[in-house]
């Protein structure tokens, strides 16, 4: 069974860039789409980024785009979360998740997928 690990958190300075990456395990990851999902203090968790199997079609929330960049290395299992000027607001818990034959845009709207990462935190805070 997939397994997805996410790393990369900590404290950061707003306007600091951070990189993200979510490892998968025991399964390789090629054959799945794969989301970001962020859930911030107080608030209900959404999906920021979202990418296909073979990494040429991605989803951004609108709250999102033009600062997060996502991409994938199928080789290294490995897909990555490129945060740019971050802000105070892109503060919370960013989970990894992943699941088959679904559309890209569904997965980030729809906030569901069948396997999920434990998280990183993300502090942005001078």
């Known amino acids: 069974q997939l397994q997805l690990v996410e790393s990369g958190g900590g404290l950061v300075q707003p306007g600091e860039p951070l990189r993200l990456s979510c490892t998968a395990s025991?399964?390789?990851?090629?054959?799945?789409?794969i989301g970001w999902f962020r859930q911030a203090p107080g608030k209900e968790r959404e999906g920021v980024a979202c990418?296909?199997?073979?990494?040429?079609?991605?989803y951004y929330a609108d709250s999102v785009k033009g600062r997060f960049t996502v991409s994938r290395d199928n080789a290294k299992n490995t897909v990555y979360l490129q945060i740019d000027s971050l802000k105070p607001e892109d503060t919370g818990v960013y989970s990894c998740?992943?699941?088959?034959?679904?559309?890209?845009?569904?997965?980030?709207?729809?906030?569901?997928?069948?396997?999920w990462g434990r998280g990183t935190q993300v502090t942005v805070s001078s």
């Open positions: 990418i296909n199997n073979h990494n040429d079609i991605t």
């Open positions: 025991k399964s390789p990851l090629e054959p799945y789409i």
């Open positions: 998740a992943a699941d088959h034959f679904v559309p890209v845009q569904s997965m980030c709207r729809l906030n569901s997928a069948a396997y």
